[in-house]
């Protein structure tokens, strides 16, 4: 794979305070990057200094090869369009100042609406769009000049549930073709579609991988055993394990139970056992853990 | 000037949508012809207002045709001015402030660009207002009063559009400095503190651009020197350019002050 983005030692500060502080990381061409952390971590201050609207305190953004504002496309928690604009003229002019040939422009306009949705809509003036449309168009204004990174602040917290959907799905379909960074606090979006994850904390980046390294470094095996029988599962559980209903929920801690002593238990234990399963830490769960730790 | 035509073409579709090509003509349209009008028709006013004493009679001066341009242009400086200022004064502050302009900052843009589509413009649109202005001014002057020496017509708005660009200017370097409230505050004390000032003590100096309103028609009349003019005139140009210039940089280096 090729590092398309180097982000090196990046530092902001606002007085006396480091809201952003000297974070490291690189971005691979056509993979997805999540940006996670709480309200204030400094996820949008970090997107703001990669477009170049914040002038970084200290450390530096290289793309390789090529001028970073040119080649960026940037959707903003919130965008503010011009409301007397319609959505074509409003992509078109986008699209002319990333430089598209004036010639190109409308029809690359016109095919970036078609692809967000609002190929029907692309006259209107964009004081009449609901929120889920002024989004898509947030979408469509980052791509129509097809940028080598996408930097999308919290695409979908401000949508409901019908247009989360409809944008996490454009985002996927977006994937394949550029490289896409963006900022949420809503874990399971970041499940869905991340190649890697970035955990910031008051600034700091305090974790960093894939989904499946990040897994690896924090989850715990926990198991949950499901028996015939409430009772069953009461005589079966050990004070230390959480019993709900017929399943018996063991934590590891500190290694202990391990596998091959869970297995000898269950081996010897007298009951019905109808189900034995590992338990995956969700990427909340995990989060927890990560901030924990911060 | 990377995307000024861009940048140019946005600008244009705004003030044309926000019917700010008609509305600001017309106020100066009507304040153009409110001169001529309520001069000529001062004694039927009152008569008709009613509450004259009888016997009573009011000496009304004679009015020249040049008199009526230069009481128009008195109305431009007052009313046509705060119209003006008011709705140019958020051009830069109000897209960062409601976030409109960081979809553009985030592009390869120039700022010169940006601050010189916006002025561009603001001055058509101020063209347009005083041409209308001067327009039914001119009109009813001539049917009320007689005609207007052509050459003198074209020095007085000349003079006065180059007045207007540094007001533009003055008033689109804060909007670019500050926030709209600071920028409002800044800009009308600017041009009119130093109007009243000039106005005061004014006597003391002749070459200051808050002078140039009226030294078009002064200028006609021959009761000014020439160099005043003109050094005025140079002046005023050089301030403009030098306006445009704070305005660019500070437009850049306040780019981060937008709502993201």
């Given at each position: ?7 090196i030692?990046?530092t902001?500060?606002?007085a ?9 990381f ?11 952390g ?11 200094m990669l ?6 305190t200290?450390?530096?953004v ?14 903003p928690?919130y ?14 002019m986008?699209a002319k ?8 422009a409308k ?5 970036t ?5 609002l190929g029907d809509?692309?006259?209107?003036k ?12 947030g ?11 996408l ?10 549930p ?11 379909g977006l994937q ?13 979006d970041?499940?869905?579609m991340?190649?890697?994850?970035l955990?910031l ?16 470094r ?5 198991y949950?055993?499901?028996?015939g ?22 934590e ?6 391990t ?5 000898q238990?269950?081996?010897?234990c ?6 034995v ?10 989060f927890m853990?990560?901030?924990?730790k911060? | ?9 946005k600008?244009?579709?705004e003030?044309w949508?926000?019917?700010k ?12 012809m409110?001169d001529p ?6 004694m ?6 009613g ?7 009011m ?5 020249m045709?040049l ?8 109305q431009?400086?007052?009313?046509g ?7 140019f004064?958020g051009a830069?502050?109000?897209e ?5 302009a ?6 390869p ?6 601050f ?9 649109i ?8 001067f ?22 708005f000349?003079?006065?559009y180059?007045w207007?660009?540094f007001?533009?200017a003055?008033t ?7 926030k709209t ?5 800044c800009?009308?004390?600017v041009?009119?503190v ?7 003590i004014g006597?003391f ?8 309103a009226?030294y078009?028609?002064a ?9 005043d ?7 005023t ?22 709502k993201?």
């Amino acid at each position: 794979m090729t590092t398309l983005l180097q982000v090196i030692g990046l530092t902001k500060q606002f007085a006396e305070h480091k809201v952003v502080d000297a974070i490291h990381f690189n971005l691979e061409e056509k993979t997805s990057t999540a940006l996670i952390g709480p309200n204030g971590a400094g996820k949008t201050t970090t997107l703001s200094m990669l477009t170049g609207l914040l002038r970084p305190t200290a450390g530096n953004v290289k793309m390789l090869g090529n001028d970073l504002r040119a080649n960026i496309g940037f959707l903003p928690q919130y965008p503010q369009f011009h409301p007397w604009l319609t959505a074509l003229e409003f992509t078109e002019m986008a699209a002319k100042l990333n430089g598209v040939a004036a010639k190109k422009a409308k029809l690359e306009a016109q095919k970036t609406l078609e692809f967000v949705g609002l190929g029907d809509v692309q006259h209107k003036k964009i004081a009449s769009f609901s929120g889920g449309m002024k989004q898509r168009l947030g979408i469509s204004q980052a791509i129509v000049h097809k940028p080598k990174l996408l930097l999308l602040d919290e695409p979908v917290s401000a949508l409901d549930p019908v247009g989360r959907r409809e944008v996490l799905d454009l985002l996927k379909g977006l994937q394949q073709e550029t490289t896409i960074l963006y900022s949420t606090h809503i874990l399971n979006d970041a499940e869905e579609m991340t190649d890697q994850l970035l955990f910031l904390q008051n600034g700091k980046l305090v974790e960093q991988g894939t989904l499946r390294e990040v897994r690896q470094r924090f989850d715990e095996q926990n198991y949950v055993i499901e028996f015939g029988s409430e009772e069953e599962a009461k005589l079966f559980a050990n004070p230390s394990n959480h019993v709900i209903g017929c399943n018996v929920y063991i934590e590891i801690v500190n290694e202990e139970p391990t596998m091959k002593m869970l297995l000898q238990r269950l081996s010897e234990c007298p009951y019905t056992i109808r189900k034995v399963e590992r338990q995956t830490a969700s990427l909340e769960e995990i989060f927890m853990k990560v901030a924990k730790k911060a | 000037m990377r995307g000024f035509n861009v940048l140019l073409q946005k600008e244009f579709r705004e003030a044309w949508r926000s019917w700010k090509f008609l509305w600001i003509p017309l106020v100066f349209a009507l304040l153009g012809m409110s001169d001529p009008l309520t001069n000529y028709y001062m004694m039927d006013i009152l008569n008709a207002v009613g509450n004259v004493p009888e016997g009573f009679e009011m000496l009304m001066p004679e009015l020249m045709p040049l008199d009526l341009i230069q009481a128009s242009i008195g109305q431009f400086q007052t009313i046509g001015l705060l119209v003006m200022m008011a709705s140019f004064v958020g051009a830069v502050s109000k897209e960062r402030a409601n976030g409109m302009a960081t979809l553009l900052y985030a592009r390869p843009i120039s700022f010169g660009a940006y601050f010189l589509s916006k002025f561009v413009v603001m001055s058509t649109i101020c063209f347009v207002s005083i041409l209308a202005g001067f327009g039914a001014s001119v009109y009813y002057t001539t049917i009320l009063y007689g005609t207007l020496d052509v050459g003198a017509l074209l020095v007085s708005f000349s003079t006065y559009y180059i007045w207007l660009l540094f007001v533009i200017a003055v008033t689109l370097m804060m909007s670019a400095s500050f926030k709209t409230v600071i920028a409002t505050t800044c800009a009308f004390t600017v041009i009119f503190v130093g109007q009243i000032i000039d106005m005061i003590i004014g006597i003391f100096w002749t070459i200051s651009p808050w002078k140039l309103a009226s030294y078009g028609i002064a200028k006609f009349r021959g009761t000014i020197e020439m160099s005043d003019y003109w050094w005025s005139l140079v002046i005023t140009l050089a301030l403009t350019i030098i306006c445009i210039g704070i305005g660019i940089v500070m437009m850049k280096r306040n780019a981060s002050m937008t709502k993201i």
